[in-house]
């Protein structure tokens, strides 16, 4: 079991920043990847970035290349998702998410955290 805990959501106006953490605990020996998601009203839950263990590879959305950036603290067990140029439609519950079973930053992913709310205002 890997237990996950995001932080770092909130209200920001158009054009500005916000960084999320992601605190794994538990089975944090197995992780593998570790990746961000995100779901918006009314919509499916979508893949936003990717980080892999084992060679630091990364993959992005297509609609957060250049402005995302994901990266991680191997001693804190923790993987950070740095997000500049935020848009209205960046409005959404961000969720962390933990991969065990292969290596890969687009997973699949086994273990979800409970999510934090990223609002974006105009």
């Known amino acids: 079991q890997v237990q996950l805990v995001e932080s770092g959501g909130g209200l920001v106006q158009v054009g500005g920043s916000l960084r999320l953490s992601c605190a794994a605990s538990?089975?944090?020996?197995?992780?593998?990847?570790m990746g961000w998601f995100r779901q918006a009203p009314g919509k499916e839950r979508e893949f936003v970035a990717g980080?892999?263990?084992?060679?630091?590879?990364?993959a992005y959305a297509d609609f957060v290349k250049g402005r995302f950036t994901i990266s991680r603290d191997n001693a804190k067990n923790t993987v950070y998702l740095q997000m500049n140029s935020l848009k209205p439609e960046d409005t959404a519950v961000y969720y962390c998410?933990?991969?065990?079973?292969?290596?890969?930053?687009?997973?699949?992913?086994?273990?979800w955290g409970q999510g934090t709310q990223v609002t974006v205002s105009s």
């Open positions: 538990g089975r944090t020996f197995s992780t593998k990847a």
């Open positions: 980080l892999s263990w084992n060679i630091g590879s990364t």
């Open positions: 998410a933990a991969a065990l079973s292969r290596f890969g930053p687009l997973g699949p992913y086994d273990y």
